[in-house]
């Protein structure tokens, strides 16, 4: 059983669309990161989101955090294939931490 | 560039062979990481360093051995592996333990099985 549910788990989408991943728990988390995976290379940080409800955004990446702090949210508009990667979100519940489920995210061109 | 340097980037090796992979940071982190990572799916945690001491070992078995020399570098040791042990093997650090200081990662270590 997975703490941090991901969905959708697969995604392709064309350039430019908008695209929004979900990250669910039944949990109460102090913080969520979410991190990108580029092919070949090592998870990288994206953004920490720390207070409910709180909105962070990085250029055409919108990130939210639940008010319950039991989910998140990462919103990309107009997508592009630099875009392309394993995204996981992740925290610390009970003293430890854990990462969701990953969407593998294609931009196509 | 990762500030988290892992060598070798590639590790061809048969399943009697020994070999280590080597993890590398000066960002001051006291708490290191190594995961496992199949294609397409979230690391798994194998094991936690905290202050030099191993603090998580999350079931792994004995043929992955890993270790502290101090605090900028962390190995893990490789003996007698099986085919399904072929992996992404990722080393990451953090200012302390875990919780809710991110993880900076290295590139990892491509691991194959023969």
């Known amino acids: 059983t997975q703490l941090l549910e991901q969905s959708p788990q697969f995604l392709s989408i064309q350039e430019g669309e908008n695209l929004t991943v979900y990250c669910n728990s039944s949990?109460?988390?102090?913080?969520l990161q979410w991190y990108r995976q580029e092919p070949g290379e090592g998870p990288v940080l994206l953004v920490t989101?720390?207070?409910?409800?709180e909105v962070k955004k990085l250029k055409r990446l919108t990130f939210q955090f639940g008010d319950a702090r039991k989910d998140s949210s990462l919103h990309i508009t107009a997508a592009q294939p630099g875009d392309t990667g394993l995204y996981l979100c992740a925290g610390e519940a009970g003293n430890q931490f854990y990462f969701g489920t990953g969407t593998s995210l294609t931009v196509i061109p | 560039d990762t500030e988290v340097t892992q060598t070798p980037k590639h590790l061809v090796m048969g399943m009697t062979n020994k070999k280590s992979l080597k993890c590398e940071q000066h960002?001051?982190?006291?708490?290191m990481y190594w995961y496992k990572q199949k294609a397409k799916k979230p690391p798994e945690l194998m094991f936690v360093?905290?202050?030099?001491?191993?603090?998580i070992n999350e079931s792994v078995p004995s043929r992955f051995s890993p270790e502290c020399p101090n605090s900028s570098l962390l190995n893990l040791h490789l003996h007698a592996l099986q085919p399904e042990d072929s992996a992404l093997y990722l080393c990451?650090?953090?200012?302390?333990?875990?919780?809710?200081?991110?993880?900076?990662f290295g590139d990892g270590t491509r691991l194959s099985i023969l």
């Open positions: 960002m001051g982190h006291r708490a």
């Open positions: 360093y905290s202050y030099e001491k191993l603090s």
């Open positions: 989101v720390v207070t409910g409800g």
């Open positions: 949990s109460v988390f102090s913080s």
């Open positions: 990451a650090s953090s200012q302390a333990g875990q919780g809710n200081q991110p993880q900076h």
